[in-house]
């Protein structure tokens, strides 16, 4: 599953990759990804361009052409782009000087939308219009991101997940930085005092930027894989906590899941208590 810190890497290697370099061909070998609001095949919108920019905004990658047209995809959970050619590629871009894109969704739940030159994102990339800040958080500060979270009426997980609120957080990096904070998923946001806001704030940039530390050095050069092996509770239901031994417990939070180790993350209020193994909340 593709998250910030995957994206934010893949944009740096698309970037020194591809940036300026000339689209010989290009072609959809898998129908159902993408989105070609023009007549015509992707041929025709892509080859002759050349690729200017690599732009990445919470979930999505946009490649800039120099006509002002835009390739936007949206990874979902199953995609992944690759600079090496792959047999199960949905979509292949070829450049001059033998360097290729495939982008590869073995569910077909991502899109790739081109957006034609002189067209918005916003009004042709379902959800963009909406986005909030990246998750990167450059240009919020501690006191707007309290103040935005705080005027919320939802748990603190959801938060994280909403891309109006902030862009790019999916379940993994929501329970990560959860724990890093030492709050527990269902947590209200207004409850938070302004010290906890203070962590939170913290815990989304370091968890992130901490990620893609890991990612940088474990993903390939020809990209095409997900790297995840430096998380410390997701997926690690069972297992001891990193920081205090107690092991990590997943629940479900309506149709999804949250991992999380119950001493460090407490609810203070008493009101979600840890049920006894198998129970529900
Ligand atoms: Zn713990």
Not at 24 to 45: D, T
Not at 81 to 90: F, K
Not at 182 to 207: F, I, M
Not at 248 to 276: A, K, N
Request: proline share 9%; hydrophobic share 40%.
């Amino acid at each position: 599953m593709p998250e910030w810190p995957d994206l934010a890497v893949v944009r740096r290697r698309l970037q020194a990759a591809l940036v300026g370099r000339r689209i010989a061909h290009a072609s959809e070998l898998q129908p159902l990804v993408l989105r070609l609001p023009v007549m015509g095949p992707l041929e025709r919108v892509a080859a002759g361009r050349t690729l200017s920019a690599v732009e990445h905004r919470g979930k999505f990658l946009t490649l800039a052409l120099d006509d002002g047209g835009q390739f936007v995809i949206n990874p979902m959970l199953t995609g992944v782009l690759a600079l090496t050619r792959r047999r199960d590629a949905c979509i292949r871009i070829e450049f001059d000087g033998s360097a290729n894109l495939d982008y590869v969704d073995p569910k077909r739940m991502g899109k790739v939308y081109y957006v034609p030159p002189g067209v918005a994102r916003e009004t042709s990339v379902p959800g963009y219009a909406n986005l909030g800040p990246d998750a990167s958080l450059e240009g919020v500060t501690a006191q707007d991101f309290a103040a935005k979270g705080r005027a919320r009426r939802c748990e603190v997980r959801n938060l994280l997940l909403d891309p109006t609120f902030i862009a790019g957080i999916g379940n993994a990096y929501a329970d990560e930085i959860l724990w890093a904070a030492r709050l527990h998923p269902k947590r209200p946001a207004k409850g938070l005092s302004a010290q906890e806001w203070n962590t939170l704030y913290a815990a989304v940039r370091d968890v992130l930027a901490e990620a893609e530390l890991h990612v940088e050095r474990d993903l390939p050069p020809g990209l095409g894989t997900k790297i995840r092996d430096h998380v410390q509770v997701r997926g690690r239901a069972g297992q001891p906590c990193p920081r205090c031994a107690a092991l990590i417990v997943r629940r479900h939070l309506g149709y999804m899941e949250t991992d999380f180790c119950p001493r460090c993350q407490p609810d203070p209020s008493g009101l979600f208590p840890v049920p006894e193994p198998g129970r529900g909340w």
